[in-house]
Nanobody
Framework: VQLQASGGGLVQTGGSLRLSCSTS????????LGWFRQAPGKEREGVSS????????YYVDSVKGRFTMSRDNAKTTVYLQMNNLKPEDTGVYYC????????????????WGQGTLVTVSS
């Protein structure tokens, strides 16, 4: 049971990054894949989610219009395109899957990948 998040790095304010979450090593079915982030000294928060069957997406207000989730045709890799990045987007980003969640609410997610660090410099 394995999720792999990647793509983090250091970027200047206004820059872009694309995170990837590979589910190819994840053998269980799931309903929703979510992206979460944890800023230094803060609790982890939900960022966005995508329904596996329909592709329907959800974004928290702070990233709407800047972040976009997508996936490959095989639905084994989910992407989080992050544009117009701000210093407050800095944090460790995690992908996770759930069999019951419709939104990126942490307690509803059961399987987590390792995080990937995003640092946005001002």
């Amino acid at each position: 049971v394995q999720l792999q998040a990647s793509g983090g790095g250091l970027v200047q304010t206004g820059g872009s990054l694309r995170l990837s979450c590979s589910t190819s090593g994840f053998t269980l079915d799931y309903l929703t894949l979510g992206w979460f982030r944890q800023a230094p000294g803060k609790e982890r928060e939900g960022v966005s989610s995508i329904r596996k069957t329909t592709g329907a997406t959800y974004y928290v207000d702070s990233v709407k219009g800047r972040f976009t989730m997508s996936r490959d045709n095989a639905k084994t890799t989910v992407y989080l395109q992050m544009n117009n990045l701000k210093p407050e987007d800095t944090g460790v980003y995690y992908c996770a899957v759930s069999n019951r969640a419709l939104l990126p609410i942490e307690d509803d997610y059961d399987y987590w990948g390792q995080g990937t660090l995003v640092t946005v410099s001002s």
